[in-house]
């Protein structure tokens, strides 16, 4: 059996991960400036490449319930398993809750997203500024919280290759020719 | 025949006193309301002013004589975020301490058939004041007057949004102003 990911299942991986890294510091940044045209457009970008990371995502998690990931090393105990498995599923829920909480905070708060000025999203929300209000600490609770399951995550993936020496890391990365 | 000739007078002068009786201009502010629509980044953004004080006379019998006066507290617009309402109060918006009102005026009402009329005016915007033009209907609902219309103005004529914010890029120029105002017979 082969003990690496497929090469789309790196793919989604690292580009998301890319998108995501890049997507709180955007967010932290942008929402720390003084009203201007440039916010503005900062958070229509950031509007914008959040959507994208949603469709990534999906198109990740439809992948991976067709491809099931290469077993766990059979070193691990019950309870890191058990980590490793409801740590995964977390991340799943907080890459599609964090884009989705802020597609409806930007709803409620009567700013439509425009796909790249292209594509209009459906409102699910009518206009509403204390469910706007909610969802903005909605959309920052879920990024602290995706922040502390990413430290978890990356110390995990750090531990396995650099404590445990087995192939966690290793087959999550690109194949080394030969 | 003169005794015939008189009491068509006098119908006809009821007539038009009857018909001059119904002048809508006891203006319902509950009923009545200003809104703009603007472009942000592409996309369509609402904003509301709650507060304004509208005058209003008009008699369908006579829509030449109509006048309307309308006057907009600017402290009381919503743009639909603090942060949007405490940044066109500024000196590069509406520099809402030095010119705290927005004003219409009317001159002329010309009616276009039908519900339709041309109402020319005045509108006064931070310090600027530029000859406009507005569509307007007249209908009567529930036996109330409802003038409604929509005005597109240019925000560049009347510098409104200065500095940073001259480009159209980001904030569309043409802003379409749609009031409501809705007034009960005297
Ligand atoms: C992977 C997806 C996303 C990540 C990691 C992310 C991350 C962040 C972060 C870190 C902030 C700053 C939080 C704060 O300081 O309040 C933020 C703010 C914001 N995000 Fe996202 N975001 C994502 C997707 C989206 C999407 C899809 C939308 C809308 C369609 C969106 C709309 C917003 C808005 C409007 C704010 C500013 C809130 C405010 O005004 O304070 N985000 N985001």
């Known amino acids: 059996m082969d003990t690496h990911y497929t090469a789309t299942a790196k793919l989604l991986h690292w580009l998301i991960a890319l998108m995501i890294f890049g997507m709180l510091g955007f967010g932290f940044y942008m929402t720390g400036l003084d009203l201007s045209p440039t916010k503005l457009e900062l958070y229509s970008w950031h509007k914008w490449a959040g959507v994208t990371v949603f469709v990534l995502v999906l198109v990740r998690l439809a992948w991976r319930i067709g491809h099931k990931p290469p077993a766990l090393p059979a070193h691990m105990p019950a309870i890191e398993r058990l980590a490793a498995h409801a740590g995964h599923h977390l991340l799943y829920v907080l890459m599609l809750a964090i884009p989705l909480s802020g597609w409806l905070m930007s709803s409620a708060k009567g700013f439509q997203t425009v796909w790249f000025g292209v594509l209009p999203l459906p409102d699910l929300l009518a206009k509403d500024k204390a469910l706007g209000n909610l969802l903005e600490t909605v959309h920052f609770v879920l990024n602290y919280t995706l922040i502390a399951v990413l430290l978890g995550h990356v110390g995990a993936a750090l531990k396995h290759h650099f404590i445990d020496r087995d192939d966690v890391l290793i087959r999550m990365l690109p194949r080394r020719k030969g | 025949m003169k005794r015939i000739a008189l009491a068509l007078l006098a119908s006809f002068a009821f007539a038009a006193t009857a018909a001059h009786a119904v002048e809508y201009g006891k203006v319902q502010p509950d009923k009545s309301r200003i809104a703009f629509d603007y472009q942000?980044?592409?996309?369509?953004?609402?904003?509301?002013?709650?507060?304004?004080?509208?005058?209003?006379?008009?008699?369908?019998?006579?829509?030449?004589?109509?006048?309307?006066?309308i006057e907009v507290d600017l402290a009381s617009v919503d743009t639909g975020s603090e942060e949007g309402d405490e940044e066109v109060a500024r000196k590069t918006w509406f520099d809402t301490k030095g010119f705290p009102v927005a004003r219409f005026e009317s001159s002329a009402v010309k009616p276009l058939g039908g519900d339709k009329y041309e109402v020319a005016g005045k509108l006064t915007i931070k310090g600027t004041t530029r000859d406009v033009v507005v569509p307007a209907t007249f209908t009567v609902q529930g036996g109330s007057g409802v003038f409604e219309g929509a005005l597109t103005i240019r925000r560049g004529d009347f510098s409104i949004g200065e500095g940073a914010w001259k480009a159209f890029d980001v904030v569309a120029n043409d802003v379409v102003i749609r009031f409501r105002i809705t007034a009960a017979a005297r």
């Open chain 2, 40 to 69: 942000q980044m592409g996309v369509a953004m609402q904003g509301t002013f709650g507060k304004f004080v509208s005058e209003l006379r008009f008699d369908p019998a006579a829509p030449q004589s109509a006048s309307a006066r």
